[in-house]
C-alpha cells in the first residue's frame, strides 16, 4: 500500500524489510497496531536457507501467514552431528529425532529469497501495514515520538521505532546504542545443491577444523527430486581458492567434505561466500526504540538460531506493547520498552555466547579440548533426559515463550488479562 500523503502518522515504524522486519512489521500489526514499515526488499536468490524451528512456526501458523508457503519448504525430522575433527578422541556420532521430544520434525527449510518473498506479499496486502520499499533517510527521537524522513523525502512519525535494519543499523546508531562485534577467521559458503541420494529428511552436520559443514534437506523440484541446503564454514585461505573453482569442480570438493553421505552432487543455482562475524548491542531497547534481528545481535550460523532467535525478538515485542496498550500505557515509553529488554536479555545472551563458544571450540586443535568435547557429546548420546532437554532448548526454549509462539493458540481475551497480571505487580 503506498502512502498517500507527503507524511503520515502510525503507532510503530519498522526498520528494515528482511525477515525479522517483515515478520515483526505482521506481528504488530496482528496485535492491532498501524504499522510502516520501511526498507528495501531483497528477493534475491543467494544460496542461503533459513530452517524455522517449531517455536517459530507456531509464530507464523498464529499470524496465518504459514499456509502461503505450503510445497516450498522440506521438514526436518532428525538432526545428525558428526565429529570430523581428526582429534586424538573423536566425539561419537549424534543423532536427534523429533519424535522424542513428542514433534512430527523439528522444523522446515526455506529459501531465504522464498520467505522473503512471500512475507513482502503478504505484508502488502495487509490493511493496517504499509511497506515502503525504499531507504530510510534520517531518524530524530523525541520525548514523546520518533521522526523519520524516508529517502523519497515522505515524513513518518510514529510512538515507537522496531529496529531490523540489520549489523549497520542506521537507527540504532541514531539511538546512541553502541555495540561489541568481533571477527572469526572463517569464512562461510552457502550454496543449494541438488545430489543422488535422498536426504530422508536428515539434516547433518560435519564438525571440521574449520567449523561445521552442514546439509539441510530442501524441497524437491522438478527433475531434482533430491536437494539440500549447504553452509561450510572454511579458513579465509580455503575459501579464496575456492572461489575460482568451476561449479563441477566446488561440487566435487563439497562431495569429499561430506565423505560422498549423498552421492554425486550438482551445485543448484546461486552461491555466496560471507566473512563470519560478531556483533551484540549494549542494550536491546531505549525510550522509542526497541532493537531485533541483526541490529541486535549477529553470530556464525550454527544450529539455525539466527532468525529463530530474530523471530523470538519480534513475538516478545508484539507481546509487550500489545499489554502496554491494554494498560493504557505509552507503547515507546522507557517503562515498556525495560519490559522488552528484560524479556529478551537472557535469550539473547545465551545464544550469542553459545553459539560464540561452540564455534571456537571447534578451532581449538589440541587434546584437552578434543576431551572435553567428546565427553559432552557422549553425555548428550547416552544420558536421555539431557537430550531431549538439549532438543528442546533448541527448538522450544525453556521458559515462558511470547503468547504467539505458545501452543495451543490462547484465547483472544488473553491478552488483557496478562497485561492486568503485570500491571498488579508493578
Request: glycine share 8%; aromatic share 6%; with cysteine.
Amino acid at each position: 500500500m503506498p502512502i498517500a500523503a507527503s507524511s503520515a502518522k502510525a503507532d510503530i515504524l519498522v526498520a528494515g524489510a528482511g525477515a525479522a522486519g517483515l515478520s515483526a512489521a505482521l506481528a504488530l500489526a496482528h496485535a492491532g497496531f498501524s504499522v510502516v514499515c520501511a526498507g528495501p526488499v531483497d528477493r534475491r536468490a543467494n544460496g542461503r536457507t533459513v530452517a524455522l524451528f517449531e517455536a517459530s512456526l507456531r509464530f507464523y501458523r498464529a499470524l496465518g501467514v504459514w499456509q502461503h508457503f505450503r510445497g516450498k519448504t522440506a521438514p526436518i525430522a532428525k538432526i545428525t552431528v558428526i565429529d570430523a575433527t581428526g582429534a586424538r578422541f573423536p566425539a561419537p556420532t549424534l543423532s536427534f529425532a523429533a519424535a522424542e521430544i513428542g514433534l512430527s520434525e523439528f522444523g522446515e527449510n526455506v529459501e531465504n529469497d522464498v520467505l522473503v518473498d512471500g512475507l513482502a506479499g503478504i505484508a502488502a496486502g495487509t490493511p493496517n501495514l504499509t511497506l515502503h520499499e525504499g531507504l530510510i533517510g534520517n531518524i530524530n527521537f523525541d520525548d514523546d515520538a520518533v521522526r523519520a524522513t524516508l529517502a523519497d523525502g515522505q515524513e513518518i512519525t510514529a510512538a515507537l521505532l522496531a529496529a531490523a535494519d540489520g549489523r549497520n543499523s542506521l537507527a540504532r546508531s541514531k539511538a546512541f546504542i553502541g555495540t561489541r562485534s568481533w571477527t572469526y577467521p572463517q569464512t562461510a559458503y552457502t550454496a543449494l545443491l541438488s545430489h543422488k541420494k535422498s536426504h530422508l529428511n536428515i539434516s547433518t552436520e560435519f564438525h571440521t577444523r574449520s567449523g561445521p559443514c552442514t546439509l539441510v534437506p530442501l524441497r524437491p523440484l522438478p527433475g531434482k527430486p533430491n536437494r539440500s541446503s549447504l553452509v561450510w564454514l572454511m579458513s579465509r585461505e580455503a575459501a579464496e581458492r575456492r572461489r575460482g573453482l568451476s561449479s563441477a569442480k566446488m561440487a566435487r570438493e563439497i562431495e569429499e567434505e561430506v565423505n560422498s553421505l549423498l552421492g554425486p552432487m550438482a551445485i543448484d543455482g546461486p552461491c555466496g561466500f560471507f566473512p563470519m562475524v560478531g556483533m551484540s548491542a549494549s542494550r536491546l531497547a531505549c525510550r522509542r526504540i526497541a532493537l531485533l534481528g541483526e541490529a541486535a545481535h549477529i553470530f556464525p550460523p550454527l544450529a539455525a538460531q539466527g532468525l529463530n532467535l530474530s523471530l523470538r525478538d519480534a513475538a516478545a515485542l508484539a507481546e509487550i506493547v500489545e499489554d502496554a496498550r491494554v494498560l493504557g500505557e505509552d507503547i515507546g515509553s522507557a517503562q515498556t520498552m525495560k519490559a522488552y529488554e528484560e524479556a529478551r536479555r537472557a535469550d539473547v545472551f545465551i545464544r550469542t555466547n553459545g553459539i560464540d563458544f561452540l564455534n571456537r571450540s571447534l578451532l581449538f586443535n589440541n587434546i584437552p579440548a578434543g576431551l572435553i568435547r567428546g565427553a559432552t557429546v557422549a553425555a548428550f548420546s547416552m544420558i536421555g533426559p539431557l537430550r531431549r532437554a538439549l532438543m528442546r532448548e533448541g527448538v522450544l526454549p525453556h521458559g515462558t515463550l511470547p503468547r504467539l509462539m505458545q501452543e495451543p493458540p490462547l484465547p483472544q481475551a488473553f491478552p488483557a488479562a496478562a497485561a492486568a497480571e503485570r500491571g498488579a505487580r508493578a
